[in-house]
T-cell receptor, first 114, second 115 residues
Framework: AQSVTQLDSQVPVFEEAPVELRCNYSSSVSVYLFWYVQYPNQGLQLLLKYLSGSTLVKSINGFEAEFNKSQTSFHLRKPSVHISDTAEYFCAVSDTGGYQKVTFGTGTKLQVIP | NAGVTQTPKFQVLKTGQSMTLQCAQDMNHEYMSWYRQDPGMGLRLIHYSVGAGITDQGEVPNGYNVSRSTTEDFPLRLLSAAPSQTSVYFC??????????????FGNGTRLTVT
């Protein structure tokens, strides 16, 4: 079984400031890692994923996340946030051997302040 | 493509009533699933299906039934609604049953209140 911990339920940040959303996972087997984003009144959308290879993965809208196996972390960062980044962000994990039984964290609400 | 369509958007039930939450996808996706989202608990998997005629339980299946008679549809049935089932329900689908091959596509959710 695996689990995901997102310690920060809410993160307020001023527009154009950097942000880091923290994610730690626990698993006894190899995992795939994901970040999903949920805009108000919408379903979740995939933001980025780590499957293998380079530990730094990037999204098309400027977010990046780094897989750190020794610290079992997959923190999400953006060097300069925009108002439109206001949303809830979910870290998720699935094991490499099975089906799409993705386990989600509890989510972090990013509030970008003008 | 409409993607993943969930109906209704909102529903209020009395304790003991039954209802079906509808989910349809037009992407010919193999995998479909139902999650519930509760404050402070993230998303929890209720049931999933890896193809027509094949379903299995997720993390919190009690009180819910599913069936998958077609590739497109994956309805979630509440047999006897309880206040603990007050939640936002999301249907999600994926082209492939394995997570590395394709991401989950989510519907916009059904907000259910049980009084």
């Amino acid at each position: 079984a695996q689990s995901v911990t997102q310690l920060d339920s809410q993160v307020p940040v001023f527009e154009e400031a950097p942000v880091e959303l923290r994610c730690n996972y626990s698993s006894s087997v190899s995992v795939y890692l994901f970040w999903y984003v949920q805009y108000p009144n919408q379903g979740l959308q995939l933001l980025l994923k780590y499957l293998s290879g380079s530990t730094l993965v990037k999204s098309i809208n400027g977010f990046e996340a780094e897989f750190n196996k020794s610290q079992t972390s997959f923190h999400l960062r953006k060097p300069s946030v925009h108002i439109s980044d206001t949303a809830e962000y979910f870290c998720a994990v699935s094991d490499t051997g099975g089906y799409q039984k993705v386990t989600f964290g509890t989510g972090t609400k990013l509030q970008v302040i003008p | 493509n409409a993607g993943v369509t969930q109906t209704p958007k909102f529903q209020v039930l009395k304790t003991g009533q039954s209802m079906t939450l509808q989910c349809a996808q037009d992407m010919n996706h193999e995998y479909m699933s139902w999650y519930r989202q509760d404050p402070g608990m993230g998303l929890r998997l209720i049931h999933y299906s890896v193809g027509a005629g094949i379903t299995d339980q997720g993390e919190v299946p009690n009180g819910y039934n599913v069936s998958r008679s077609t590739t497109e549809d994956f309805p979630l049935r509440l047999l006897s609604a309880a206040p603990s089932q007050t939640s936002v329900y999301f249907c999600a689908s994926s082209r492939d049953r394995r997570s590395y091959n394709s991401p989950l596509h989510f519907g916009n959710g059904t907000r259910l209140t049980v009084t």
